[in-house]
């Protein structure tokens, strides 16, 4: 079971703006900035958003992020067909480690 | 342009030792500039932090797997290491190497990752 919390799926249609909610606690998201990755089965983990919200050159700002208390959210707007993927958040611990989240499933109808 | 290719047996037998490489080409690895880290995906699950090395051979594990784990870095080769003791069938996953998006600590995020690797446990 993972230490961070993502619902197992999400879907939208082209277009849509869609949002992937991530919890954790007051030994991670709580008190340290989060991370989202997008991970193609396959292929490199891409590193999406870092410190909350602030994006790596080259990520296109349909990518947002946000964080609130304990939980952190990603946003995708103007849903495309490549964004069919697993996206995961991540944390540090103060217990000493890297956290992640389950992984969400997102499908492009 | 960087990049990172983990290399390794793709089977190791239970009880036995997991040894992994990351090579790395398009960056230098005692710059400083990074944290350096390794982190696996069972079939089917989330990604899993294992642990990661600066380049002066700090390191910090995760704490569950603590006791089984050594990395150490080769700054002539351009290359890192994981070693990972005992292996039982709950090892089997893919491996990634990763780098980490500066030098701020074991806490940054991981801005370049290998492709992976995957290695399975089974006698």
């Known amino acids: 079971q993972s230490v961070l919390t993502q619902p197992p799926s999400a879907s939208g249609t082209p277009g849509q703006r869609v949002t992937i909610s991530c919890s954790g606690s007051?030994?991670?998201?709580?008190?340290?900035?989060v991370s989202w990755y997008q991970h193609l089965p396959g292929t490199a983990p891409r590193l999406l958003i870092y410190?909350?919200?602030r994006r790596p050159s080259g990520v296109p700002d349909r990518f947002s992020g946000s964080k609130s208390v304990d939980s952190a959210s990603l946003a995708i707007s103007g849903l495309q067909s490549e964004d069919e993927a697993d996206y995961y958040c991540?944390?540090?611990?103060?217990?000493?480690?890297?956290?992640f989240g389950g992984g969400t499933k997102l499908t492009v109808l | 342009q960087l990049r990172l290719q983990e290399s390794g047996p793709g089977l190791v037998k239970p009880s036995e030792t997991l040894s992994l490489t990351c090579d790395i080409s398009?960056?230098?690895?005692?710059?400083?500039?990074?944290?350096w880290a390794w982190i696996r995906q069972p079939p089917g699950k989330g990604l899993e932090w294992i642990g990661a090395?600066?380049?002066?051979?700090?390191?910090l594990y995760k704490p569950s797997l603590e006791t089984r784990l050594a990395m150490s870095v080769d700054s002539a080769k351009s290359q890192f290491t994981l070693k990972m003791s005992a292996v039982t069938v709950a090892d089997t996953a893919v491996y990634f190497c990763?780098?980490?998006?500066?030098?701020?600590?074991?806490?940054?995020?991981?801005?370049?990752w290998g492709q992976g690797t995957l290695v399975s446990v089974s006698s």
């Open positions: 990763a780098r980490s998006i500066d030098n701020t600590g074991f806490s940054s995020p991981f801005e370049k």
């Open positions: 398009g960056d230098s690895i005692d710059t400083g500039s990074h944290y």
């Open positions: 090395i600066y380049y002066s051979g700090v390191t």
């Open positions: 007051r030994f991670n998201v709580g008190v340290n900035t």
């Open positions: 410190d909350n919200n």
């Open positions: 991540a944390a540090w611990d103060d217990r000493l480690s890297v956290v």
